[in-house]
């Protein structure tokens, strides 16, 4: 156990460094990841490793879910549910269907129930892979919101449809009447579910007196027991994990009223699902030898086969579905005409994004071993390895093709939202003449008796001046963008600089480690406001 241990943490280290050499090459890191799993197969003695396929349902699945539904932005879903609806739902049906049929008939000894256990694997995109591949790019943001939005409800809808294919390849009866009213009883009873408990954990974080660390801990422990709780009662733990999330997300504001804890939980959360998706595709590097010599009288050519063109199926479902989801609501509804026309381009680039990844690859690996204490999964190992393939096809092909057709086609916005700039500096405006006129209505005696609140309201006074001045110089650069990227520059070149004088400040030992560590965080967020415009 030991010696496993010890090879995982080194495979660990060693796709990590991979990892930096992806953000040094600028190469998505997802498809490092997959091209590290495929390597670790062939590397010689190293040794299979056999996990408990409820296990990694249960450690890698609710985590994922609830990050992707924290990071919805709930305005953006709303705004685009139409498409992300038919993305979420439609599409995913629509691929596990075709999926279904296609494999039955392709791959000899495979029933329909096993078909859309395949579909239901490999139909929902990874919105990791994705936002990952676009950023740093020129993409709308109607783009990246509904990539998000589908994303979070297809994991929904995807696994909900393998749980029923999976209980009808285990006991052989299927009726679709019964699936589709069971279809909306778990997975309506899961989002009661996952709201009332999210309400619990509301409670705590709001009226008890939790620290940044038991706030983080909280929100890492949130989705295990949401879905353990659906999944008590029979209900989706999915849809109870999707739906607390975002109930959760929503009322951030409330019960996070701290920077620390707001900075503490998202290094958490970054960290922890940065690890999972390393670890998913090192596990399935030290599985894959023995879903190889598993594949039985499938030759790994033939399984390769079926892969590549499961992966064409994949791939042109989604590009048919997204023209007509795209431009037939235009054609039928005037109020649908209003809004910016989508063109051929954007349809295009979320065709073209719907990469597969860690939710397909962890719910691959979630089938069972056994059906029974006497018979095997059938074809377990084979559908697996056709997800590996799905998944290295598209993460691969799919994302190291999509910065070249981003570039190819020129997109621009497609809405009218002012740049990120713009929009951060008329909010702090906002916010500076809210502490104006707060400190005038309620504190104008303090302002009189003490220096510091007077000191105060002059340096928010000469702030609303210098962003008033920044948004009129935003606005002159407007056609010169040479200037803004000159101006990043500059800064980037001074806070380096900053970031220098600071070690040599701590050297000196004049001042405590606690006021130097308060002004490297204020120089992080400084930076943040332009490295993180570039990659918007």
Request: with cysteine; proline share 4%.
């Amino acid at each position: 156990m030991h010696e496993k241990l010890l090879l995982i943490l080194g495979l660990l280290i060693v796709v990590i460094f991979l990892v930096m050499l992806a953000q040094r090459i600028r190469i998505a890191y997802p498809i490092f990841l997959v091209l590290a799993g495929l390597g670790i197969s062939f590397i010689p003695g190293v040794p299979v490793l056999q996990l408990d396929p409820d296990i990694i349902f249960l450690i890698f699945l609710p985590p994922l879910l609830y990050e992707a539904a924290w990071y919805t932005s709930w305005n953006d879903f709303w705004k685009w549910k139409r498409t992300i609806g038919s993305l979420a739902f439609g599409l995913v049906f629509i691929t596990s269907i075709v999926v279904a049929f296609a494999s039955q008939a392709l791959i000899p000894g495979f029933t329909l129930a096993m078909g859309f256990l395949l579909g239901g694997i490999v139909s929902p995109p990874d919105a990791i892979a994705a936002t990952t591949v676009l950023k740093g790019l020129k993409v709308p943001k109607r783009t990246i919101a509904m990539l998000e939005g589908e994303s979070l409800i297809n994991d929904a809808s995807s696994l909900i449809v393998f749980r029923f294919a999976l209980v009808a390849v285990m006991t052989g009866v299927f009726s679709m009447q019964e699936a589709t009213g069971q279809f909306f009883l778990v997975a309506g009873m899961g989002v009661v579910v996952g709201i009332a408990g999210a309400h619990v954990f509301y409670a705590i974080h709001r009226f008890l007196p939790t620290t940044p660390a038991i706030d983080a801990a909280l929100t890492v422990i949130t989705p295990y027991v949401l879905f353990l709780a659906a999944e008590h009662f029979h209900y989706s733990g999915v849809m109870s994990v999707v739906s607390g999330g975002l109930f959760m997300s929503f009322r951030s504001h409330e019960i996070f009223k701290t920077g620390i804890t707001r900075i503490n939980m998202t290094g958490v959360w970054n960290t922890l699902i940065f690890v999972m998706n390393v670890l998913v595709f090192v596990l399935i590097g030290l599985e894959l030898p023995d879903i190889i010599n598993g594949l039985g009288e499938t030759s790994v050519m033939e399984g390769i086969k079926y892969g590549l063109i499961i992966s064409l199926i994949v791939i042109v479902v989604r590009l048919l579905w997204i023209y007509p989801v795209a431009h037939v609501p235009r054609w039928l509804s005037k109020k649908e005409r209003k809004s910016p026309n989508p063109g051929w381009k954007n349809p295009l680039i979320i065709g073209w994004a719907g990469m597969r990844g860690v939710v397909s690859l962890a719910t691959a690996l979630s089938i069972p071993v056994m059906m029974n204490s006497e018979t095997a999964f059938p074809m377990r190992n084979l559908i697996i390895f056709i997800t590996f393939v799905v998944i290295f096809v598209t993460l691969v092909f799919q994302g190291l093709t999509l910065p070249l057709i981003i570039k190819l086609t020129k997109i621009g916005e497609l809405d009218p939202i002012l740049p990120s700039h713009e929009q951060q500096a008329s909010i702090q405006i906002r916010l500076n003449n809210l502490s104006i006129n707060r400190l005038t209505e309620k504190y104008s005696s303090n302002l009189e008796t003490n220096s510091l609140v007077e000191n105060f309201k002059n340096t928010v006074e000469n702030d609303i001046q210098q962003q008033q001045s920044h948004l009129e110089s935003l606005e002159m650069c407007t056609n010169r963008r040479n200037d803004l990227n000159e101006y990043h520059e500059i800064m980037l070149d001074i806070f380096a600089l900053q970031r220098k004088e600071l070690f040599k400040i701590k050297r000196e030992k004049e001042f405590s480690d606690d006021e130097i560590r308060k002004a490297e965080s204020q120089l992080d967020l400084n930076e943040l406001k332009i490295t993180g415009n570039r990659h918007m």
